[in-house]
Nanobody, 128 residues
């Protein structure tokens, strides 16, 4: 059974760092790779993709607002997905979701419709 469980959220002052973790129990016996990503949804805003990584090629993509501050990574052996977030700002306040979906090529795109497995989310709040 596919299951994604996030952890690591919390409250932080601007400029601080947090590392989100996702325990991803995926079916690795299937004949395809996965795109693994982090999405977020701020209050009264639509959910947006933040970063994505391809399970085989390790291709990564970030939205412009987090480039240079956030790093997505995987622990292949332990089925872990991570998001290291540095220099956080109030604009990063949101519920963060881990997601997975089938990869159809060597790259991944941050399109919500491409991800069919979702975690329950972990809250990140950045305030003085």
């Amino acid at each position: 059974q596919v299951q994604l469980v996030e952890s690591g959220g919390g409250s932080m002052q601007p400029g601080g760092s947090l590392k989100l973790s996702c325990a991803a129990s995926l079916d690795w016996s299937v004949p395809y790779s996965y795109c693994l990503g982090w999405f977020r949804q701020a209050p009264e805003k639509r959910r947006e993709g933040v970063a994505v990584v391809h399970s085989r090629t390790k291709y990564t993509y970030y939205i412009d607002s987090v480039k240079g501050r956030f790093t997505i990574s995987r622990d292949d052996l332990r089925n872990g997905l991570f998001l290291q977030m540095n220099n956080l700002s109030p604009g990063d306040t949101a519920m963060y979701y881990c997601a997975a979906g089938r990869a159809f090529g060597p790259n991944c795109f941050i399109r919500e419709a491409d991800f069919n497995y979702w975690g329950q989310g972990t809250q990140v709040t950045i305030a003085s």
